[in-house]
């Protein structure tokens, strides 16, 4: 087995690559810190009643529209869902692992402000070779890779677990993680 990979402040292309080919991923105890350090801080600018984009209010032509917190959630559903809107072949597998690496390196530095749950449900995915299929080809970039990644957290989508083509649900499901 190739050596851990422990994410402290940015992964070089080279790390990124051994990750794509199998190498498990570790976050350090600081970009723990950092992650969760700015999703106190969602969570107080949401509690405070400050707009922010995409978070209380909606996207695009929907940016003036702030969305109830108890909404807010569905919200977020409904991103990665008008997102994920991909066509074409399914990446390679080693492409998708890259992708959610890379992901994973930004999500560390901090200034994201989702959940460490999250983060750590994206290092399952590569701990537990489980490769969601993504299509190649998306009218939002790098957005429609990442929606594709997302459906599978939510139990939706598809991916490839240790060789075997399974549902979202079924993929979380046999690595015991609920949606």
């Known amino acids: 087995m ?7 402040g940015s992964l070089s292309w080279r790390q990124v690559s051994d990750v794509a080919a199998g190498a498990p991923l570790v976050l350090s105890h600081g970009a723990q810190d950092r992650i969760r ?3 106190l801080l969602v ?3 949401v509690r405070k009643g400050v707009r922010a984009y995409g978070v209380n209010t909606g996207v695009g032509a929907l940016c003036d529209v702030v969305v109830d917190e ?5 919200l977020s559903r409904n991103i990665v869902m008008s997102h994920a809107v991909g066509v074409g072949p399914a990446l390679e597998p080693t492409a998708v692992r890259a992708i959610i690496a890379a992901a994973i390196n930004n999500f560390a530095h901090g200034f994201s402000g989702l959940r460490l ?3 750590e449900r ?9 490769v969601p299929e993504v299509p190649a080809l998306g009218s939002v ?3 429609t890779h990442m929606a594709h990644i997302a459906l599978v957290l939510l139990g939706e989508g598809r991916a490839v677990c240790r060789g075997r083509r399974l549902s979202g649900a079924e993929a979380l499901q046999s690595m015991r993680l609920a949606p």
Do not use: T
């Open 122 to 130: 994206l290092q399952a995915l590569l701990d537990h070779d489980c």
């Open 43 to 45: 969570e107080a600018v």
């Open 37 to 39: 350090a700015a999703r």
């Open 2 to 8: 190739p050596p851990r990979i422990l994410l402290d």
């Open 141 to 143: 970039g790098y957005l």
């Open 70 to 74: 108890s909404k807010q959630a569905q």
């Open 117 to 119: 749950d999250v983060v």
